[in-house]
């Protein structure tokens, strides 16, 4: 059987509130569609911890920067339901934009801080885009928990910072990152790699984990990161957006791996922008790396 494909507020809610009425623990997995494995490893963490699973499916345009990427984004919607059936997903919400954003919309939800720097700074007006339709989508489906995959780091930490500003009801679970074999992070901008921009690729996260041993051995982030930039360009990147070693919890800068950190990118690969980070493990030698480093300078 397909999955039931929902595209109003009012036939979710009514839907919802039976689930509710019976006691049932209710999740969401928003996604933009184009469905890949990494999407699909969200909706199995969610069905492990909820009763019911909402999947969200809505090309947000609200935060897309360029006019030409919204439309050049993949939209697969049959594909997609297709995909999920089999899972056990219970519910596909996938609203036009003439319901999501009416005529006279005029709110936008803006988290300060974490939104600023790395994407923010070269996507002015993302994650405003982005915290305004995962509000709507939280206040709409009335789900206890939300999933996202920790590949888009930044939005994870705007999300979770939402939520507590908000006093919304709902717990974010935050799932790693799904790879491809040869290490490339899943991702649905990923199919508009030519094949041969695909075989460089994976060079980006492979700086990135050489990066973070170096980071996590003690060495100072200004050398590691121009080093690595160094090498995603000459691997066939055409840009290296921004490459910023920033602390796991609150995503403040740091000099060095000296706490649980993130090494965090994005890069342009022909005219492809792609995104990733990876965790550093902060080591005694890296705080010890760090202090000696900065005696001697
Ligand atoms: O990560 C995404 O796919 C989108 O930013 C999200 C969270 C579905 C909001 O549109």
Known sequence: MGIPIIRTVAELRSIVAVWRRDGLKVAVVPTMGALHEGHLSLVRAALAKADRVIVTLFVNPMQFNS???LVAYPRTEYDDAVKLAPLGADILYA???ADV?????ATTVSVSAVSEGLCGAFRPGHFDGVATVVTKL????GADLAFFGEKDFQQLHVVRRLVRDLDIPINIVACPTMREEDGLAMSSRNVRLSAEQRLAAPKLPEALSTSAERLSAGAPAELVLAEARQVILAAGYDEVEYLELRADHDLSPLRAADRPARLIVAAWLGGTRLIDNVRVPSSESAVRGFRAATAAA
């Open 101 to 105: 954003y009416p005529q006279g919309f």
């Open 138 to 141: 939280f206040l709409q489906t």
């Open 67 to 69: 006019a030409a990427d």
């Open 95 to 97: 609203p036009d934009a």
